[in-house]
């Protein structure tokens, strides 16, 4: 019998008016139910408490959204040295043994910027902790006071590695991107296959080689405005269709 099309989404950890809680922001839940035609479930940010196994039993496909908060860097074994920076160590005890528990279940995986970094650190592979201190990459981030239209409007061309799967999905190489991120790819995991890079050589997509079905995440935000962008309609539709095909295998 297939599963229930459920899409898991972790949340982050947040506190709001001073009571702990579970936060993900709409526009990913949005993406998910009416991109990929499936239906959203929060997991809570309760660290390692809880049972990552109980929670795939009943997944099609985990989504790892983007988020404020930084990937801890003692995961990658390094220094924090943003430490003004928020952190979310409840966010990365699901989210790091999630991807690599998922991945050898062959449960499709979509990540989106801090997703897209926590994937590499649980594969294995570091992060830029500041991009925008270093000589050799351009700024990634608007800095200052400006509106969401602003922040999260096109800003860098990407280049799509030719024959690869999001070559394939979307059918260019050169793509419009949004960019809304102070960390980014040192180190790439070995067991990941670079999909796209921005103008000064950051990678900006990934592939898992390791995944039997879907896993793929991207630097930048498909999710935003994603009904008005086709490249970004197209990769949730892709990402729905394996979901259902996985699903169908269970
Ligand atoms: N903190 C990391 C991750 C960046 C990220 O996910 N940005 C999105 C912010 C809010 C959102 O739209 O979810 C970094 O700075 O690189």
Not at 159 to 175: N, S
Request: proline share 7%; net charge negative; glycine share 10%.
């Amino acid at each position: 019998m297939a599963r229930p099309p459920i899409i898991l989404i972790p949340s982050c950890s947040n506190d709001i008016r001073g009571h702990a809680s579970h936060t993900v922001q709409r526009k990913y839940t949005d993406a998910v139910f009416y991109g990929s035609d499936m239906t959203p479930l929060l997991i809570p940010a309760m660290g390692s408490a809880l049972d990552i196994e109980v929670l795939l039993g009943v997944a099609s496909g985990i989504f790892l959204s983007g988020s404020p908060s930084n990937v801890g860097a003692a995961l990658y074994g390094e220094e924090v040295t943003q430490p003004h920076l928020p952190q979310d160590h409840l966010r990365d005890d699901v989210t790091i043994p999630l991807v690599k528990a998922a991945i050898a279940r062959g449960v499709p995986i979509l990540g989106v910027c801090r997703g897209f970094q926590e994937i590499n650190v649980a594969l294995g592979g570091s992060l830029h902790q500041a991009v925008h201190d270093l000589d050799d990459y351009d700024t990634h981030l608007l800095q200052g006071d400006v509106t969401p239209d602003e922040r999260y409007g096109f800003s860098h061309p990407a280049r799509l590695v030719e024959g690869g799967v999001l070559h394939q999905m979307l059918g260019k190489t050169d793509i419009q991107v949004n960019s809304v991120h102070g960390q980014g790819i040192k180190f790439l995991a070995p067991s990941l296959v670079a999909e796209a890079f921005a103008p000064d050589g950051l990678i900006e997509a990934f592939r898992m080689k390791d995944h039997p079905n879907f896993g793929i995440a991207v630097q930048w935000h498909p999710e935003w405005k994603m009904s008005e962008n086709p490249d970004s309609i197209a990769m949730f539709k892709a990402f729905g269709q394996a979901c259902l095909d996985y699903s169908n295998t269970q």
